[in-house]
């Protein structure tokens, strides 16, 4: 399908001359007291080293969005960063499934994340609390204080071992003084927000903080369905209600305390199918057509009932300092997780001929119930040359699964309707357990020789890991296997990395870093025979450079990396039946290389320009797909999901202060040349996304309460393009190409109380 493509420099170009030429109506003197307006880069601070440093200052890529901004570009949860705001991070849902997504980086995948016998190639986290499942990620409770994302292997400080790089997201903390902030927006398609963000009084030694949180928007793709409401769901909507208590103890200056418990319920509805072309001259029934761009109205009416996301979690966080070089800091944590995931096709899975009584209304219905303890304790000190991290990690996860095919619904009148089968015909597919721990132990030493006036500094890290995992398929095919089938994975293995960083001067800073690590083996329970597959392991050389400039105005990152994928885990799907896949281990090394950069400036006060690139190169070697008699042998698409080019691009100006309040515009734009799937790329794209926020206007000359007020609207030019795309091929199927598409043109109106 063509996209609609507004260029992305004119869309720019445009915003920026308006902006400039309204800073002169809006122009106060900037020495005066009632400008709050900055002229210079805000600082940034990361833990991508386990330890707050200036982002300036950490030898690795690092892309860091603080809650201000994830606010003006309208994020609130993983899903959002799905258009590309951070262009080395590509967030996909699998196939438009609501219950999963497949997060990407620098080329390398999850494969299929809704499997529990496999672990996901990037690492989440939670205040450091990693999360074994990518179900559930709904970030909606949090009060963001910002999201770090660390580019690459990830083999020596964070939690589970992690290929691709790491996402941390970071919550605020109880403040111990009163606060509340109130919003509630309104949006199309029906959208609906409240959210409650409020800070309690500090009691003794304790402070308590509670975010509550209930959003909804009906679906973009209307369903026809004439059933009970619970199954006449449009396409691709959600309804999301959580809290979430947080209490920090505070006892003496050297430890604090942080308990954090949340209880969430997420239900979304799966992305419509369309159709963008068929395979071949095969009968169609004539409801079965051909999609002329972004559907609004599904094709049939079918049974549609939301994917359901339950999550509960207990954190608990202490940090003590042991004297003033040395601090401890123990994270313990409990979560479950009870997913069901609900994927309608419309009619555009099985064919007219299907089972030759035209069977159609395919409801991919499955389910992942899972449990997950972790531990993580670590000692950071310092002394007079050396900063140092020791720790170790136990993590320890059950899980089941399963899959059902339910048929909802039957052509008739030579295809011309269709009836809802009462009652529908479930046929079971798969159902599989998982027991797995992971233990670790790593350390990192950074040490500053006394040569180069103390501007080099040298980091090394070592982590051991063991890792056992056990699964059974319990069902295949509806039945219980015989022989019954099993996995067995046991891996102990060390991961080195090491680091060389030159300070050029106070505000350049060199480094080069070579790194390691591995992802875990695992089984495929989409295989009939439960095979299992061997680890993957990833060596990586980056060299970057950090710089701020400009007397601070200006901050530039440039990153270039070369990565050897040795075993990689590679897919092939049953073309008789997609339901069933093998996972291989590929014998040759999979090469990536590519160079990440992120620019901000403010030429001047309240203009703020950033931008981010990302160039992925994949080599993929071929493989044969085990489910192909002739033995062919077939090349595999160059991308593992990644684009070859992303980039994010945003411009922000701030007025001075009027007596009324401050006026702030915003307007972001994301770009991807497409990514591949399999063999097939996916369209390119630009979106671009706006904002205007009147912001600080006092509500009483006697109180502090702040009104903030915001009009908004993502995917502005209302551009079509497609995220995920396959060919649906087999006896009894449509015989199409079908592919799930980006979300129109959204737009709302956002209202917040500060007290």
């Not at 609390?129 to 963001?144: A, K, S, T």
């Not at 990690?393 to 011309?416: H, L, M, P, V």
């Not at 080069?512 to 990833?538: C, H, I, K, P």
């Amino acid at each position: 399908m063509p996209a609609r493509k507004p260029p992305l420099l004119l869309a720019f170009a445009a915003a920026l001359p308006a902006s400039v030429g309204l800073q002169a109506l809006g122009q106060q003197d900037q020495s005066s007291p009632q400008s709050a307006r900055q002229a210079v880069i805000s600082e940034v601070v990361v833990t991508a080293q386990r330890r707050e440093q200036r982002l300036l200052d950490a030898p690795l890529s690092v892309s860091a969005l603080s809650g201000e901004e994830l606010s003006e570009r309208g994020i609130t949860s993983v899903k959002d960063l799905q258009d590309g705001a951070i262009p080395s991070l590509q967030v996909l849902p699998l196939s438009g499934r609501a219950s999963a997504v497949n997060l990407s980086m620098r080329g390398i995948d999850s494969g299929d994340p809704t499997q529990i016998s496999q672990d996901p190639a990037f690492g989440m986290y939670i205040d450091g609390v990693y999360l074994g499942r990518v179900q559930g990620l709904g970030l909606e409770l949090m009060d963001i204080e910002r999201i770090e994302v660390m580019r690459g292997p990830q083999g020596t400080l964070f939690g589970r071992n992690s290929v691709g790089g790491a996402m941390n997201v970071v919550s605020r903390r109880p403040s111990g003084e009163f606060g509340l902030r109130q919003h509630v927006g309104l949006g199309n398609h029906d959208a609906r927000n409240v959210r409650t963000h409020l800070d309690l009084p500090r009691v003794g030694d304790l402070s308590l903080k509670i975010d509550g949180v209930m959003t909804e928007r009906d679906g973009w793709v209307r369903n026809p369905f004439d059933g009970p409401s619970s199954q006449s769901l449009g396409y691709d909507g959600y309804e999301r209600r959580g809290l979430r208590v947080s209490a920090l103890w505070e006892p003496n200056d050297a430890l604090d305390v942080i308990y954090a418990y949340e209880n969430s319920r997420d239900e979304s509805t799966s992305g419509y199918p369309h159709i963008a072309s068929f395979l071949d001259d095969r009968e169609q029934s004539p409801l079965i057509r051909v999609d002329d761009g972004r559907a609004s109205r599904a094709r049939i009416g079918a049974p549609l009932p939301a994917s359901i996301a339950m999550v509960q979690g207990h954190t608990l966080r202490a940090n003590m300092d042991l004297n003033e070089s040395m601090r401890v800091e123990s994270i313990t944590s409990y979560r479950e997780l009870e997913q069901t995931q609900n994927d309608q096709w419309a009619g555009a899975f099985f064919g007219v001929r299907f089972a030759d009584i035209g069977l159609t209304g395919r409801l991919s219905n499955a389910g992942v119930d899972q449990r997950q303890y972790s531990q993580e304790l670590q000692i950071l000190g310092s002394t007079e040359r050396l900063d140092y991290v020791v720790g170790a990690f136990y993590f320890d996860e059950k899980a089941d699964d399963f899959a059902n095919d339910i048929i909802t619904s039957r052509f008739i009148d030579d295809g011309n309707d269709v009836v809802t089968l009462d009652p529908f015909i479930v046929s079971p597919t798969r159902s599989s357990t998982l027991e797995a721990r992971s233990r670790a132990a790593f350390a990192q030493v950074t040490w500053t020789p006394p040569i180069f006036e103390d501007r080099l500094a040298i980091t090394t890290g070592l982590r051991y890991t063991n890792d056992k995992k056990s699964g059974e398929l319990t069902t295949s095919r509806g039945v219980p296997p015989n022989p019954p089938r099993a996995f067995d994975f046991s891996s102990s293995r060390v991961d080195p990395a090491l680091t060389v960083a030159y300070q050029v001067s106070d505000r350049v800073n060199t480094y080069l870093r070579w790194a390691t690590a591995y992802r875990a083996g695992g089984g495929n329970s989409r295989s009939t025979q439960f095979n299992a597959f061997d680890e993957e392991q990833v060596e990586a050389w980056e060299i970057g450079v950090k710089s701020e400039l400009w007397d601070d105005r200006a901050r530039l990152n440039v990153s270039a990396y070369r990565s050897n994928y040795k075993d990689r885990w590679q897919t092939f799907f049953d073309p008789q039946n997609i339901s069933f896949n093998e996972t291989l281990n590929s014998l040759e090394t999979a090469r990536v290389h590519g160079v990440e950069v992120d620019f901000e400036v403010i030429p001047l006060a309240g203009l703020s320009i950033m931008a981010s690139y990302a160039y992925t190169d994949v080599s993929l070697p071929r493989l044969t797909n085990p489910f192909d008699p002739e033995g062919e042998r077939l090349e595999q698409g160059q991308g593992g999901l990644s684009p070859p080019h992303a980039a994010s691009a945003s411009i922000a100006y701030e007025f001075a202060p009027f007596s009324f309040g401050r006026l702030r515009l915003h307007m972001d734009s994301n770009y991807s040349s497409g990514h591949f799937i399999g063999d097939d790329q996916t369209d390119s794209y630009v979106l671009v996304n706006a904002r205007a926020s009147l912001l600080d206007v006092p509500l009483s000359p006697r109180h502090s309460s702040r009104l903030e007020a915001s009009v908004w609207v993502r995917n502005l030019f209302d551009t079509e393009y497609d995220f995920f795309s396959f060919p649906l091929d087999g006896p009894g199927f449509v015989g199409a190409n079908v592919e799930f598409l980006g979300r129109p043109r959204m737009y709302g109106l956002d209202l917040a109380l500060r007290f």
